[in-house]
């Protein structure tokens, strides 16, 4: 597993640590994901889970932990978090402290099943978000159906955000969105001080991506303390 972290511009701490699946020879997690056959999807599911609760916790970690997740591999809510439930108290991990993300790799054959998992989940104390929402499968109709704690823009709303009038009126737009629906909006695949300082200014403060920090393999990273002051500070001088 590698750490990526989700920045709190306003606060300049880490609002979470994203668990990514990485091969041990450092194969990014859609080649790892290629291999996994039907039959194992369950098992692999699983494993991630508990991987990323565990390595997370002896790493010291004390942030919110958001793990990928395969919806289409729970076939019983209550039952296929057992595995997640009983590590979670033998380490004395807070539950809210686990944001599961659904991942957008997968298409959702039964909407009203991942509507189950959500409510279940929150029930049980945990997150969850919707990942690299705009693209793939994480659209507005799944919105119909489920209430994600937070939604995920996916890079391709990021890009260039800060002179891309399209992609503006996008990103405007889903502020508004999910200002009305009470969820937390995160700003993933952020690049470019100028891409986060247009956000924050917006008041996107929560953002992700390689000008924070790049995924590391089995350790934590910090964003430099420097970097969340000239973000605060290009947005106040443009007020």
């Known amino acids: 597993m590698a750490f990526q972290p989700i920045v709190d511009i306003a606060t300049g701490e880490v609002f979470a640590q994203e668990a990514l699946v990485r091969g041990v020879n450092g194969e990014s997690a859609g080649e790892i994901l290629s291999r996994v056959t039907p039959a194992s999807l369950y098992r692999f599911d699983q494993g991630c889970r508990t991987r990323a609760i565990q390595l997370a916790h002896d790493l010291g970690c004390e942030q919110l932990v958001s793990i990928n997740f395969l919806p289409n ?7 296929c978090i057992q595995a997640t439930l009983k590590l979670a108290d033998e380490l004395g991990w807070p539950l809210q402290n686990i944001m599961f993300e659904v991942t957008e790799t997968e298409y959702v054959r039964d909407r009203r099943h991942l509507q ?5 989940y929150r029930a049980m104390g945990f997150l969850t978000a919707l990942d690299d929402f705009g693209a793939g499968y994480a659209n507005l109709e799944l919105l119909v159906d489920i209430r994600p704690d937070v939604i995920k823009a996916d890079r391709n709303l990021i890009i260039d955000v800060n002179q891309n009038e399209r992609r503006q009126a996008l990103m405007e ?3 508004t969105l999910t ?3 009470g969820i937390r909006l995160i700003a993933e695949g952020v690049e470019t001080l100028a891409e986060a300082c247009w956000l924050y200014q917006r008041g996107i403060k929560l953002q992700q991506g390689y000008l924070f920090a790049r995924p590391a393999i089995e ?20 007020v």
């Not at 591999?73 to 039952?79: M, Q, T």
């Not at 189950?116 to 279940?120: K, L, Y």
């Not at 934590?220 to 001088?237: C, G, K, N, T």
């Open 173 to 175: 737009g889903l502020i």
């Open 219 to 238: 350790t934590m990273s910090l964003p430099p303390s420097d970097l969340i002051e000239q973000i605060r500070a290009s947005a106040s001088a443009s």
């Open 116 to 120: 189950r998992i959500v409510e279940a």
């Open 179 to 181: 200002n009305r629906l």
């Open 73 to 79: 591999a729970v076939y019983e809510p209550s039952a």
